[in-house]
């Protein structure tokens, strides 16, 4: 019912820069927040950066001052920035659709996308 497709990563050099992009579609009525998560070889999978439908947004501390989590104008859609990478940012970045609602249904779910990898590397 709902798909997410992310794209935009890649391997970049430390001090470098890539952009995220994750785009939600389907029979969506509404998604409350959508954010960035990222796991790394042999770790959990752990929160980077979340945005609410009204533009509030939380960080990781690891990210702080050096990410950029934004949504489109027409809110299923949604961008990490990342800038000042470091070989720690490599991992599988994954984005997540949270408390969606799809047209025709009152019940909420989640829902995330395949991955995109990030790496970075000299």
């Known amino acids: 019912q709902v798909q997410l497709v992310e794209s935009g990563g890649g391997l970049v050099q430390p001090g470098g820069s890539l952009r995220l992009s994750c785009a939600a579609s389907g029979s969506i009525f509404s998604i409350n927040t959508m954010g960035w998560y990222r796991q790394a070889p042999g770790k959990q999978r752990e929160l980077v950066a979340t945005v609410t439908s009204g533009d509030r947004s939380n960080y990781a501390d690891s990210v702080k001052g050096r990410f950029t989590i934004s949504r489109g104008n027409a809110k299923n859609t949604v961008y990490l920035q990342m800038n000042s990478l470091k070989p720690e940012d490599t991992a599988v970045y994954y984005c997540?659709?949270?408390?969606?609602?799809?047209?025709?249904?009152?019940?909420?779910?989640?829902?995330w996308g395949q991955g995109t990898q990030v790496t970075v590397s000299s």
């Open positions: 997540n659709a949270e408390n969606t609602r799809v047209v025709g249904s009152p019940f909420r779910a989640d829902y």
